[in-house]
């Protein structure tokens, strides 16, 4: 059975700080390239980022961009989205996926999710 668990949310000030975790089990973690994406109330769930099989290659939205960095670590089959100087706009719950090989920014074209995690940031 292929799970997918985020920890790592919760309530901080805009400009703060957190680590979001997912931890995979049930696949073969280095065989599938991992994504995160939010939603926040009344809005489409949208990418955020993502990155390939080895890690060599990470994808961002552009409103990201340079505060969040996503990593990997394969040997503890666990994905990372660093996020930093956060928003209150980045107020949503985080969604952690993987895709087997190609690595995309398209939530339909990913294989499993996780149950998500609540990020929330006060102003």
């Known amino acids: 059975q292929v799970r997918l668990v985020e920890s790592g949310g919760g309530l901080v000030q805009a400009g703060d700080s957190l680590r979001l975790s997912c931890v995979v089990s049930?696949?073969?973690?280095?065989?599938?390239?991992m994504g995160w994406f939010r939603q926040a109330p009344g809005r489409e769930r949208e990418f955020v980022a993502a990155?390939?099989?080895?890690?060599?290659?990470?994808y961002y939205a552009d409103s990201v961009k340079g505060r969040f960095t996503i990593s990997r670590d394969n040997a503890k089959s666990t994905g990372y989205l660093e996020m930093n100087s956060l928003k209150p706009e980045d107020t949503a719950v985080y969604y952690c996926?993987?895709?087997?090989?190609?690595?995309?920014?398209?939530?339909?074209?990913?294989?499993?999710w996780g149950q998500g995690t609540q990020v929330t940031v006060s102003s």
């Open positions: 996926a993987a895709r087997r090989i190609a690595t995309t920014t398209t939530a339909r074209e990913y294989d499993h």
């Open positions: 049930g696949l073969t973690f280095s065989y599938y390239s």
């Open positions: 990155i390939s099989l080895s890690g060599g290659s990470t």
